[in-house]
C-alpha cells in the first residue's frame, strides 16, 4: 500500500491579494499625470541602482542572476 502523499500547506495570502486589489482601485482613481509623476519618483529612486548596474556591466562584472 502507497500512502497518499501529504499535501502541501501553502501560507494564506489573502490579506496580500486584497491589498493589492485595493491599491489597483486607488492607482485607477488618480489622474494621469499623478501617474507619470509615480513613475518619475520611482525612476528617481532607482537611478543609483541602474547605475550601479551599468558600472558593473562597463567594468565586465557578472550579473546577479546567475548566482542563485
Same mark, same amino acid.
Given at each position: ?7 502541501? *500547506? ?14 489597483? !482601485? +486607488? @492607482?485607477? /482613481? #488618480? ?5 507619470? *509623476? ?14 550601479? !548596474? +551599468? @558600472?558593473? /556591466? #562597463? ?5 546577479? *542572476?546567475?548566482?542563485?
Amino acid at each position: 500500500m502507497n500512502p497518499k502523499p501529504a499535501e502541501k *500547506a501553502y501560507p494564506d495570502i489573502s490579506d496580500i491579494l486584497a491589498r493589492k486589489a485595493q491599491g489597483k !482601485r +486607488e @492607482a485607477s /482613481k #488618480r489622474t494621469f499625470a499623478e501617474k507619470i *509623476a509615480m513613475v518619475e519618483a520611482l525612476n528617481e529612486k532607482l537611478a543609483p541602482l541602474k547605475a550601479a !548596474r +551599468e @558600472a558593473r /556591466k #562597463r567594468a565586465g562584472g557578472k550579473s546577479l *542572476a546567475g548566482r542563485f
